[in-house]
């Protein structure tokens, strides 16, 4: 095909599959050439102030294998996707000159990092190349919210109740074809490794209840596991809380994050499971899950830059604390409390931690020893597989007391451990010192 062809480029970021995602359908449906980028942008795996790095191997390391399976998916497309190392405001304005894009589909997004570079390329271009966003993350899309924004629920039952009442959730967008192949470009471009990343490499620890790769084709086959091969959403309201194993829990929220796998993808798979198999309390739970992950969303398109304020969207004036000491003995898993270091160890040997374990830990970090509350989130956001940054301070906000919890509770750890881990097994199998 001609240089001189014209072209709509899809930038990729939290977005990464290629079925059920409108963008890139409707790049398809342009009549131009598709190409898509996405960037292993170096200011995600930068040293933070607090002496970690932003985006650690774990989340690294699933995001490669994620990104590797986009470009197989697109690849089956006759769609190139051009892979960079440097910053979209870097690089992005010379790809788009060179390839004469007219047309930039992506993600709609709202949080201040994403912002800010969109505005670095938008800044560097022709100010004529259309910019075409999509809403791709809602599983309730925003168009058929029955609130303004400015009027959408502080306290999530309320949000819940009216939703589940009053919407529908959307089909799946239709099945691509693939363009001729001819719409590939000359470009050879090589996934990243974790030391191209400034990261060291490491072998998954066997005791990991998160043991799955990136990429669609591992989500959709966890979802047959989870739902078809052993029917274990039918026991999900029973076995959400707990600590040990790879099927306590859905464990979809990896490829969520990162857009691997879109919630509609689920939403649908369980009303089919539950046409299929059963309809029960476990299958509406997952759903429910589904709807907090978007709620969520919303309190951040709502309150904006407030969510990673340390008074967070309440702009309550507490007391929080910066202490090193405290703050690197929750973290290494040596605080006084066993069950938090439990937790904390299995997060820094695998990048993976429990729900259950999560509120606990953040409980004790923003309760107990009073340290802030967005260092903790912010080393969570480092180590997590599932880091999504509306969910992540959306839950430490709750936990903090500077959020959507109108109960402002605070966890009793000694009785947590003994009520989910009576036993004591989750805790001897992360804190045996000859494992180490």
């Known amino acids: 095909m ?51 790095k932003k985006t650690e191997r774990y989340r690294a ?25 440097k910053t979209p405001g870097e690089s992005l304005p010379e790809l788009i000159q060179q390839h004469r894009v007219i047309e930039i589909y992506l993600q709609q997004e709202w949080t201040q990092e994403e912002i800010e570079e969109e505005n670095a390329v938008a800044e560097k271009i022709d100010p004529s190349i259309v910019w075409i966003r999509h809403y791709e993350q809602f ?58 990343l400034g990261l060291d490499s490491f072998e998954k620890d066997y005791r990991s209840a998160f043991p799955n790769k990136g990429g669609t084709t591992a989500a959709k086959d966890r979802l047959d596991h989870y739902f078809w091969k052993t029917k274990k959403l039918s026991y999900y309201k029973n ?35 539950e046409k299929e198999v059963k309809k029960n309390q476990s299958t509406y739970w997952l759903f429910f899950e589904l709807v907090w992950r978007d ?28 202490d090193e000491a405290l703050f690197k003995s929750w973290a ?10 439990a937790n904390m160890v299995e997060l820094n040997k695998t990048g993976w931690m429990s729900n259950r374990g999560r509120q606990n830990v953040a409980s004790y970090l923003a309760k107990e020893i009073n340290v802030d509350w967005r260092i903790g989130a912010a080393y969570f956001e480092s180590l997590l597989l599932d880091y999504d940054v509306h969910s992540n301070y959306g839950n430490w906000m709750y936990v903090a007391g500077v959020g959507n919890d109108p109960r402002d509770r605070k966890f009793d750890v000694q009785w947590q451990a003994e009520r989910y881990d009576s036993n004591g097994k989750f805790q001897n199998l992360w804190l045996q010192k000859t494992l180490f």
Request: net charge positive; aromatic share 12%; glycine share 6%.
């Open 2 to 52: 001609s240089a001189t062809v014209k072209k709509s480029l899809v930038w990729f970021r939290n977005d990464l599959r290629t079925e059920d995602h409108q963008g890139l359908k409707k790049a398809i449906e342009s009549g131009n050439q598709v190409i898509a980028y996405y960037t292993f942008n170096p200011d995600h795996f930068k040293t933070l102030m607090w002496g970690f």
């Open 295 to 322: 709620y969520f969303k919303y309190i951040s398109l709502k309150h904006g830059n407030k969510i990673f304020k340390i008074g967070g969207i309440l702009e309550r004036d507490y007391h929080w604390r910066t």
């Open 139 to 196: 599983l309730f899309h925003p168009d058929a919210l029955p609130y303004s924004l400015s009027s959408l629920p502080e306290v999530f039952g309320v949000f819940r109740k009216r939703c589940e009442k009053e919407l529908k959730i959307n089909p799946l967008e239709s099945k691509l074809n693939p363009l001729p192949l001819s719409n590939l470009v000359d470009t050879d471009q090589v996934i990243p490794t974790l030391a191209d």
């Open 332 to 341: 290494s898993g040596n605080s006084t409390e066993p069950f938090v270091n």
């Open 61 to 85: 390391q699933f995001l490669i294998e994620s990104v590797s399976a986009l470009q197989r998916e697109l690849k089956a497309l006759n769609i190139s996707l051009i892979i960079d190392l």
């Open 239 to 273: 076995t959400r809380n707990g600590l040990l194993g790879e099927d306590y829990s859905s464990k979809f929220s990896p490829w969520l994050a990162n857009g691997s796998i879109s919630p509609k993808m689920i939403y649908w798979e369980i009303k089919r499971y």
